[in-house]
């Protein structure tokens, strides 16, 4: 079983940045790709942005491309990173990590079967 704890969540104001950290523990974490989705209130929960185990070119939602950067630390035991920039009000949602191997499309979420607990990003105007 695999444990995803989110944190870095906040409040910040427009034109601001955050960054978010997932971290895995539980079972040997090795060969997960790696996903942050987000959910605002009243709307469905969104892709953000996914990486693959393997590396290669990160894949975005267009809402975020040139402004939010997904990576991982593989020397530590942090799963996940999301450094997000120019944050804009549209951004706020709770955020969450989410892992899974043999991820065929990045952004479908129910490839993924762990998922963390969510952090909150609040952005002001």
């Known amino acids: 079983q695999v444990q995803l704890v989110e944190s870095g969540g906040g409040l910040v104001q427009a034109g601001g940045s ?3 950290s997932c971290a895995a523990s539980g079972r040997t974490f090795s060969g997960y790709t790696m996903a ?6 009243g709307k469905e929960r969104e892709f953000v942005a996914g990486i693959r185990w393997s590396g290669g070119t990160p894949a ?3 809402s975020v491309k040139g402004r939010f950067t ?3 630390d593989y020397a530590k035991n942090t799963a996940a990173l999301l450094q997000m920039g120019s944050l804009k009000p549209e951004d706020t ?9 043999q991820i065929s499309n990045l952004g479908v979420q129910n490839q993924y079967p762990y998922w963390g607990q969510g952090t909150q990003v609040t952005v002001s105007s």
């Open 70 to 72: 997904i990576s991982r």
């Open 18 to 20: 955050l960054r978010l």
């Open 60 to 62: 975005y939602a267009d």
């Open 93 to 101: 949602a709770v955020y969450y990590c989410a892992a899974g191997h």
């Open 36 to 41: 942050w989705f987000r959910q605002a209130p």
